[in-house]
């Protein structure tokens, strides 16, 4: 669970004459007081001098791909997650000191196939072993597909803790993901949701059917616990499979989920919201919702875990988390943004992407640095903006929590 903010007034110490002999005068001298304070990291981003009751953001350093962020060390008792690769805390009325450590993890590959579904060959990633604790099925949002979200840098990371903690993983896509074809015209690519039938909706059919394969090659067993983490359109489909196939816990990114069905399910499950999230399907509203869900199945005695990600600084260097875009190029690409005054004095973004996006595409040479980059870097630098703006996308700022929820 979230810690409550914790407000820490710094505390004006008043000296009063002792002695009979000091001279009248001196009673007059103003006391001295601090209003801010400095903050350490090591191994991180985040240092400088911040005001008591600041809310102070503090972050890794880049891993590689068999890395992950094993945790903080320092004034931990501070900080909203110590495990966390990004984090924040309230500034107190001292000095703090914190200190990233990375762990590395035996490497490994995702095994990519076609695998026979319902009516045609799905796409299909996984890792699996009979060893594995459970198996994790990870699921695309609106217009994703398998590709695009083993490809995601977000979901990697997410791939990435599971498979160190023995975790199986699965990606497939929605039919429609296969097909190009919007079968029930509803305007999107996505999962089916209804009708809730093993049979005769294709979704539900291809889970199925891939499960299945893999328990006939020994690759899983029928005793290991399943669960789905879902981003977006696929946390709405996470909630019904789960339910659907009574798995052991779902977690929805950036997803509310049906309430239809959450009034009834029995399925322990966890929300990962995104505080400003400008997803029509989502918004303030769907993060409410969200909220109210859990409360509710926790009322009904149903482990339940909400979590929702906050707007973050964009510290110079933070293009570079992805390994697509280097330092220096970084530290130029924030130094334009900031120039062209789409992030303020405390390093924050203004608004969301789309101005940004949007003056870009009409006027490149109005940002030479951003213009000289490759697709991949620009889609890069668009990904960080929206995710420091807590902003609707998948996230790795809680993958820890999501393990705890998994394991417990």
Known sequence: MLKPFVLSVCCVTFCFLLLSCKKQTDTNIPPSSTDSFTVTVNNGYGSGKYKVGDTVHIFSNPYSSTQIFDTWSGDISLLNGSEEWHTWFIMPNKNVNFSGSIKTINSFTLKYETIMGRDRQKPVYYFLSPGN???????????GTAAYLVAGFEFQQLIKSLVNDNFGVIVTEAEEATTGVDANADGKLRWALLPMDSALNVDYANIKAITDTFYNRGLMNHSQPRYSVGMSDG????????????????????AQGSEGILQITTVPTQFCMARNDNNSSVGSVGNADALTFSKNLMARGIC?????????????????????????????????????????????YIGYSDAFLSALQSNPLSFPIISS??????????????????????????????LRFLNN
């Open 133 to 143: 604790k459970g198996v994790v099925y990870l699921l695309h949002g609106t217009s």
């Open 235 to 254: 946390g709405f489909f996470s909630v019904a499979l789960s339910y659907l196939y009574h798995f052991k816990a779902g977690v929805n990114y950036c």
């Open 304 to 348: 339940s875990k909400y979590f929702i990600n906050e707007r973050s600084p964009i510290y110079p260097e933070r293009f570079a988390r992805t390994g697509v875009i280097s330092t220096t190029q970084s530290i130029s690409i924030f130094n334009e943004l900031q120039s062209k005054g789409y992030i303020d004095s405390k390093r924050y």
């Open 373 to 402: 980059l490759s697709l991949s870097q620009k889609m890069a630098v668009l990904e960080q903006i929206n995710l420091s703006v807590a902003d609707h996308h998948m996230y790795s700022d809680y993958n820890r929590g999501t």
